[in-house]
């Protein structure tokens, strides 16, 4: 069992920068590929980025690459999203969530039913 705590999310203007944290309980973090999902109000939830267990494969899905950036640091059992150059379309809960991927060190999931942990959420708001 995998429990995650968004943290960092909050408003922001057109063109700033925010980080989103995610903390997992647990001792066999290195052995969950993780992601990001977003979800705004009447929309599906959707991809945002994803990264392996060992941080060597990432994706992203279009609309953010070359403005997010994820990572993770294992020894801390946490994961990010640097989100930058943020834009109104922007605006979602964003949730982080976490699948055993076993020994599979660089497999990256990109849906939802992929994951098996789920965060609560965190809303960003980008204002215009």
């Known amino acids: 069992q995998v429990q995650l705590v968004e943290s960092g999310g909050g408003l922001v203007q057109a063109g700033g920068s925010l980080r989103l944290s995610c903390a997992a309980s647990?001792?066999?973090?290195?052995?969950?590929?993780m992601g990001w999902f977003r979800q705004a109000p009447g929309k599906e939830r959707e991809f945002v980025a994803g990264i392996s267990s060992s941080g060597a494969s990432t994706n992203y899905v279009d609309s953010v690459k070359g403005r997010f950036t994820i990572s993770r640091d294992n020894a801390k059992n946490t994961m990010y999203l640097q989100m930058n150059s943020l834009k109104p379309e922007d605006t979602a809960v964003y949730y982080c969530?976490?699948?055993?991927?076993?020994?599979?060190?660089?497999?990256?999931?990109?849906?939802?039913?992929?994951?098996?942990?789920w965060g609560q959420g965190s809303q960003v708001t980008v204002s215009s």
């Open positions: 969530a976490a699948v055993d991927t076993g020994g599979n060190t660089i497999a990256v999931l990109t849906t939802t039913w992929g994951y098996s942990y």
């Open positions: 647990g001792r066999t973090f290195s052995r969950y590929a």
